[in-house]
């Protein structure tokens, strides 16, 4: 049996000159399924403790009213969802909802608003929001859209920990999914934030119609970042009524299983996370992406303006997986 993944030596020194082509990559997601896992149960415990999860809570600290045409979100302006268009949060509020995601295990308070990209009052608001969240001893992360010279630097100086911006999907599908703002923009987003010094948070998301070598391009892109993101959230696709995608087909459960575990094999320091569409999952579902390599959730009722599994059910399936945070 081919053992693509094992055969490459995973150390600190060569992480970064391991680039992967599209057609390793690909190589892996066509792996016979449980040989595919094999090689990324091992890689995870060579880089992670055995049943750790890590558990991040995500807040929309300003709902809705976004000029992009994010085929995927129920945010945007051009689109006719449920959603209402809201005013970005009072910190106050948004301290209250950290200190209660704190107490129910949450370790990193994570904050979405639905700009293009922040203003500059937007960005000194923000920041004390990442101060007062910082001063209750959690990790901080914000996705606030494009930044702006200077304003990762602020960012950085608040405290903030972690800045999300995904590249959502492989390059050459990306203007399938979005017309509004360039694939450059996101690269030239996290460029400044890693000039900064903050820790880059990027993902994508899967089932958007995307072939299986897309799936394998976009894994591809987020390896071979330099350096690779610290943290990686694989969304699955929500269909919301009113958007393009709404009428999606399905993916297949165990391609997403593979994603996961192709995106372990490829960042192995990384933290792996379930995103978006857990709550579409069935347990056994979730059990086999924590066996493919996932080791970290969003963890609470609702992730920006969609459906999330509720706590209680989340401590439910950690209790009969023997995972731990």
């Not at 890590?54 to 129920?74: A, N, R």
Request: overall charge negative; proline content about 4%.
């Amino acid at each position: 049996m081919e053992t693509i993944a094992l055969s490459r030596t995973h150390n600190a020194d060569q992480l970064d000159i391991n680039k992967w082509s599209i057609t390793e990559v690909t190589k892996l997601f066509e792996l016979p399924f449980m040989e595919l896992m094999f090689q990324a149960q091992t890689i995870h415990r060579q880089f992670h403790p055995v049943g750790e999860v890590q558990l991040s809570t995500l807040l929309s600290i300003k709902t809705g009213g976004c000029p992009e045409d994010c085929s995927y979100c129920p945010q945007s302006s051009r689109y006719t969802t449920n959603v209402e268009k809201e005013k970005l949060m009072a910190v106050e509020e948004v301290v209250k909802a950290a200190q209660a995601a704190k107490e129910q295990g949450a370790s990193r308070f994570c904050m979405g608003a639905a700009w293009r990209g922040p203003k500059e009052h937007q960005v000194e608001v923000v920041s004390e929001m990442v101060r007062q969240v910082k001063a209750l001893g959690m990790e901080t992360c914000v996705t606030l859209g494009m930044l702006k010279d200077g304003q990762a630097e602020q960012l950085k100086e608040a405290g903030l920990d972690y800045y999300n911006h995904n590249i959502d999907t492989a390059p050459e599908f990306y203007g399938n999914i979005i017309t509004t703002r360039t694939y450059q923009d996101r690269l030239d987003t996290l460029e400044r934030v890693r000039n900064a010094g903050i820790n880059v948070c990027c993902g994508g998301i899967v089932g958007l119609g995307e072939s299986r070598r897309e799936r394998a391009g976009l894994l591809a892109e987020l390896a071979n970042m330099n350096p690779p993101s610290q943290s990686v959230p694989i969304n699955h696709l929500v269909k919301v009524a009113g958007t393009p995608l709404a009428d999606e087909e399905d993916l297949d459960p165990f391609e997403f299983i593979r994603t996961i575990a192709v995106a372990r094999i490829l960042m192995p320091n990384a933290k792996v996370r379930l995103s978006a569409g857990r709550e579409q999952m069935d347990d056994g579902t979730q059990a086999l992406c924590f066996m493919a390599g996932a080791n970290s959730i969003f963890y609470g009722d609702c992730l920006l303006t969609t459906a999330n599994p509720q706590r209680e059910k989340d401590q439910a399936l950690f209790e009969r997986l023997d995972l731990y945070s």
